[in-house]
């Protein structure tokens, strides 16, 4: 249950990324998520829609890119996933036992697409409002 | 239409600052700060209570306590010889760096040398959370399995020393310290280990000396900015 505060975090800097860029809407949320980092992306999206309600934010979807755990040994220099194998963390091409954690711990915000005053007018949508005439 | 607004930035960014500010009140009394970390039952408050009276003798140690609920492991770290503070999350699985400020408010500061914070029992959660501390401390026991380290990468890459509690335990139950140790290796090459028993005593005396040692260094290193011209 700890994504509750991280969701909180992100709608805060979402937030106030979204006001800088005089954003109306924010429509998406880029965000990278290690397999080692120990967030889920479900649950921050779970608690987004009340947490987000009444604000520019509310209604926007998540774009997760994962990133999954790698280590690389430093005797051969192959990559590998150990999740899953049997419990061991020693290289599956040379079985040496020298590995180093690569990737996984990944865990940040990425980037917000927003729309701006001009195309997110309530009750207007861009794609069927009539064009002004030359 | 739709415009892309670079945001790059730690998740836990909020707490990470609130961290970094627990950690400078911590430094500018010279303060160490440990976070000790570790499932439920694994003997964190147990080890709290074997090493506090002995580092009471050169040390004014504060002990913040993180459960769910009651104020048990406060008042054993009372009855250890330190000044302790509890804090329930009230169902939170974790302490964060706020909780964390608010119980250093109340602290008396200006009279410790050492911070013992004993995290919330899990082995997932606290691993996300920096709470400003300068050392983290995982305690794993015995009867928890060798597994461990496999199933719970993140939490055995991030801590500077790794205790090994209940090593009287081992004649008894399945346990393969080798396997347990190649897999710390991986995540965490060179993490300062202590095999202690809190029952038997063994290992106590090494953790208490390293812990007073690395309290008076950070005593003397805090001591020596001050008289900086």
């Known amino acids: 249950m700890h994504e509750l505060p991280i969701a909180q975090g992100i709608l805060e800097r979402v937030l106030k990324a979204a006001a800088d860029a005089n954003a109306a ?30 604000t520019p934010a509310h209604g926007a979807t998540f774009h997760v890119r994962r990133v999954p755990f790698e280590m690389t040994c430093l005797d051969c220099a192959n990559a590998f996933n150990p999740a899953g194998e049997a419990l061991a963390y020693d290289c599956p091409a040379c079985g040496s036992a020298r590995v180093r954690t ?12 927003i729309e701006t005053p001009d195309d997110a007018t309530p009750g207007r949508d861009p794609a069927t409002e009539p064009r002004a005439t030359p | 239409m739709s415009v892309r607004v670079p ?41 709290i209570e074997c090493i506090v009276p002995r580092l009471s003798r050169d040390l004014r140690v504060g002990v913040i306590e993180g459960d769910i609920a009651t104020s048990f492991d406060a008042e054993r770290a009372a009855a250890a010889g330190a000044t302790a503070v509890q804090i329930n999350t009230g169902g ?18 200006d009279a410790l040398d050492l911070l013992i914070i004993e995290n919330v029992g899990n082995l997932i959660c606290p691993a996300t959370f920096a709470l400003g501390t300068h050392l983290n401390i995982l305690v794993a026991s015995v009867p928890e399995g060798d597994d461990k380290p496999y199933k719970h990468p993140r939490m055995y890459r991030g801590v500077q020393v790794l205790i090994i509690n209940k090593i009287d335990l081992l004649p008894y139950v399945r346990f393969d310290l080798d396997r347990f140790r190649r897999g710390v290796s991986a995540l965490n090459e060179g993490v300062r280990t202590f095999e202690v028993s809190c029952t038997s005593g063994a290992g106590i005396d ?24």
């Open chain 1, 25 to 54: 809407r924010v429509t998406r949320i880029h965000i990278i998520i290690g397999d080692l980092s120990g967030v889920s992306a479900e649950c921050v999206e779970f608690y987004w829609d009340s947490l987000s309600r009444g």
């Open chain 1, 102 to 113: 690569t990737h996984g711990q990944e865990c940040c915000l990425e980037a917000i697409d």
């Open chain 2, 7 to 47: 945001v790059v930035e730690a998740i836990t960014k909020a707490n990470d600052e609130l961290a970094r500010l627990n950690r400078a009140k911590l430094d500018a009394r010279g303060i160490l700060g440990l976070n000790i970390m570790a499932s439920p039952g694994a003997g964190k408050t147990s080890i």
């Open chain 2, 92 to 109: 939170s699985c974790h302490l964060e760096a706020q909780m964390v400020s608010q119980a250093l408010d109340q602290l008396p500061l």
């Open chain 2, 206 to 229: 090494s953790l208490v000396d390293w812990v007073r040692s690395e309290a008076v260094a950070r005593r003397a290193s805090t001591a020596r900015v001050e008289v900086r011209p």
